[in-house]
Structure formats: C-alpha cells, structure tokens
C-alpha cells in the first residue's frame, strides 16, 4: 500500500521561505521519479517541480529559480526548498510520484499573505 505523508506548511509573508517534506512509502520512491504538486483553490493541480530518481530536476517556469526539490534516497523523503513566496504559491502541496500515482495524501497548506 503506498503511503505519502506530507508536512511542512504553514502561513508565510511574501518573500518568506518553508521547506515541505514528503515521506513516501519505499517502493514508490525507489523506483520513479517524485515530484511536488499544488492545488490552489478553484484551480486544477498543477505539477511544480520533479527529481529524477539519479537526482535530475524540473521546474514549473512560475518556481523556477526560487524552489529547489530533493530526494534522500536512503531515508524515502523528498523535500522541496520554496523561497521568494509570493501570494500567487498559496495552495495545497502534494508529493506524489512522476507520473503520479492513483492515491494521493493530504497533502500540506502553504499560504503566503501579508
């Protein structure tokens, strides 16, 4: 059964920082790529960043230069390093897979406002 525990979030001043991390079940993360995702409220989930499973990364064009995803492989975590908040990054954060597995977690809150 796979099993995706995100944590992290919180509410943060524009320009502030937050790490999320993502707890995966191991045979998920061992062998696909795993990437971060959102959902902002009346919008669609879009897929933010990825990390290859030998370490490579993507990046939504809207993050680009001011998030940075990482995997440990040895402990099945994935984190992603979001700096520069802007209020348009309000939205929930998900972990999942590359393409992405059928079931998701709870994902984590982030909210950036004044």
């Known amino acids: 059964q796979v099993q995706l525990v995100e944590s992290g979030g919180g509410l943060v001043q524009p320009g502030g920082s937050l790490r999320l991390s993502c707890a995966a079940s191991?045979?998920?993360?061992?062998?696909?790529?795993m990437a971060w995702y959102r959902q902002a409220p009346g919008k669609q989930r879009e897929l933010v960043a990825t990390i290859a499973t030998r370490g490579s990364t993507n990046y939504a064009d809207s993050v680009k230069g001011r998030f940075i995803i990482s995997r440990d492989n040895a402990r099945a975590t994935v984190a992603l390093q979001m700096n520069s908040l802007k209020p348009e990054d309000t939205a929930v954060y998900y972990c999942?897979?590359?393409?992405?597995?059928?079931?998701w977690g709870q994902g984590t809150q982030v909210t950036v406002a004044s």
């Open positions: 999942n897979s590359d393409p992405s597995y059928p079931s």
């Open positions: 191991g045979n998920l993360f061992q062998f696909n790529a």
